[in-house]
Structure formats: C-alpha cells, structure tokens
C-alpha cells in the first residue's frame, strides 16, 4: 500500500494531518461545483431514458463496475434493455465511441471492456459522458435505460437514480476528503443519493435504502485460452498475485479466503502493464487486469502461465425490485 494510502486509513497518520489544509480548499472547491450546477450556471444534460449513476464517494476501487453488469442483467430480466457509459479511465476517448468485446483497452479503458465482454448491452465511453449516453441512443434506440458506471460527481449528466457503493473493509477511511482522506465528497453526501450499496460485510450507513452485495469468485482461466480452466487448488506453486487496481488488498484477501498462498506485487489503478512487470513463474490476476494484459503485443507465451480469477457480484434480489418501482414514478435527483 502506498504512503498515501495507509495516511487515508489510519486514524491520525501524520500525512493526513500535515494535508488537512489543502482538504479544506478541495472540500470548497467541490461544494462550488456541484452549486453550480444545481442552481443552473452549469449545464446538466437530460436524456429521454432513465439514468442510474453507480458511484462513490472514495477514491479507489469499491466493485462499482462488477455492480453494474450485476444491474444490467437485472433490469433485463426485469423488462428494461439497458445501456452503459463510462468515462473510460485508462483509454483516450476523448469523444464519444462504441467499445465492442474486441476493442483496445488503451483506447476505451479497462472497465469498460470488460463490461462490453461481461453483459450484452452497448457500452460507449468519452471524457463526457452525456455525450457518451447521447451517442449511445442514437445508435440503439431500443435502450430504454442508461447505467453510468462511475459517475456519481459527474454532474453534467442529469440523473433519475444514484447509488453510491461503499467498501464494507475499508468504509470512508479516515473521514477526510481528498489529499488528506480518500473522500471525493463528504460523508454526508450520502443524505441526498437514493441508495446506498455495501460491498461486502461491514456497517451498513443509517440510510433508508441500504442493499448488500457480495464478490463471489468463479473458476480461474487461462489468459490465452479462456476454455482451460483449473480449480485453485490445482494452479501450479510458485504463485505471484499481480494486480494494477484501485484495492489491491481486496483482491489479495479473496485469493487468502480461497486458500491460496502467494505473493503480492500491486501497481496503481490502470497501470499500464508491459512484459517487464510480469514475475517468472504462475501469476494470478484480476479481469480488469486481464484485459490489458491480453492485449500485449509481446506478451508471447507468458499468457500460458497466467491465470484470470472472474468475480460476479451478486446483489440482494429486492435491490433490483427497488430499482423497477423507483423507475415507475420516476424522480430525477440532478
């Protein structure tokens, strides 16, 4: 974990304190941004079609993504045919463009291919995602329903719904926006989304719509064949988790939960992976990461020896209810 890091989550690191300052100018800053656009100075698109926001209020990775092709299945069982929009974080869509299963991650981002391969519904990404929606309504009609896969401070893009997803383990840290403290909002931001989703065990906030939802690993794959699949029990020793995500700690105590031993070697969230960074022997990684990896021009034969733990959320089956009677009467929160 980096310096930064361990300040965010210990209850008076030093760091923390020696940043506070800044925390404060940071804090005015957002408060003056999201006035701004509720009081109309700034623009917020509509779209014709209901829009749910999955987001959250921390830095770093909470399961917003494998939430929303979660949601996605839902609301199609449910009646709705669902689109997706992302920002694209890691890619250069810098307008919008369809990200299809055999897209480039350098170009579209991770997340958002692997919710192209992961669901059935159109996912487009740009910088601005209303443009993003936008595009995508133009070239699928049919879409009844936009989920924005983290967008929650995105307040250019109108909204019917918000839910804000936290980390059951880690929860808001040490309580402090940013730089001091992981926190892109203040806590109390959570007042005003329409429901709060916990990820994992952990306190759930004192919210009138709280849901739960659990990352349940699959069968690990073959990086270069997806047919090959072993058992964890059965991947060959010595084994190194590599992993390029927003919390890695989250990844590594679900290889512990499956009774594996190995060792960690973590990267930033959207690290651009080369054949350098990859240890001798069997590696483990995450879906996020097996995007980019499998897009190595040189990643030779090294694919053999990587395997890809998949992880499916699994959301309490009331939440998808919730959501259908919600979209019914409609409400637009911004």
């Not at 965010?8 to 941004?33: D, E, Q």
């Not at 402090?176 to 005003?192: H, I, K, T, Y």
């Amino acid at each position: 974990m980096r310096l930064i890091e361990r300040a965010w989550y210990a209850p008076r690191h030093p760091l923390a304190l020696l940043l506070s300052p800044l925390s404060c100018l940071f804090g005015w800053l957002a408060a003056r941004r999201r006035s701004a656009y509720a009081r109309g100075a700034r623009t917020v698109t509509r779209l014709p079609v209901s829009v749910i926001v999955v987001g959250n209020l921390t830095v770093g990775g909470t399961g917003k993504t494998p939430l929303t092709a979660a949601l996605a299945a839902g609301l199609r069982a449910a009646g709705y045919t669902p689109g997706i929009v992302s920002r694209g974080y890691g890619g250069q869509a810098d307008t919008p463009l369809a990200v299809s299963p055999d897209s480039h991650p350098a170009q579209v981002g991770d997340e958002p291919l692997l919710l192209a391969r992961s669901t059935r519904a159109p996912v487009w990404v740009c910088r601005q995602r209303a443009a993003a929606a936008q595009a995508l309504l133009a070239a699928h009609p049919e879409v009844d329903i936009i989920l924005c896969d983290d967008g929650l401070q995105h307040y250019a893009l109108g909204r019917d719904i918000e839910l804000c997803v936290i980390d059951g383990q880690r929860g808001f840290g040490n309580g402090r926006l940013l730089p001091a403290g992981p926190l892109r909002e203040p806590v109390d931001r959570l007042q005003s989304v329409d429901a709060v989703v916990v990820n994992g065990e952990g306190d759930m906030p004192a919210h009138p719509h709280g849901f739960r939802m659990q990352l349940v690993p699959g069968v690990p794959y073959r990086l270069d064949n997806a047919t090959i699949t072993r058992s964890v029990a059965a991947l060959p020793g010595p084994l190194t988790a590599v992993c390029g995500i927003g919390n890695p700690q989250r990844f590594f105590a679900t290889l512990r939960g499956l009774g594996l031993q190995f060792a960690g070697h973590d990267f930033p969230d959207h690290h651009a992976f080369t054949v350098a960074d990859l240890p001798a022997g069997t590696l483990i990684v995450t879906e996020k990461d097996a995007v980019k990896l499998a897009a190595m021009p040189d990643l030779g034969d090294a694919g053999a020896r990587i395997w890809v733990l998949p992880v499916t959320a699994v959301i309490q089956p009331d939440l998808i209810a919730w959501l259908s009677e919600k979209l019914k009467h409609g409400r637009q929160t911004a």
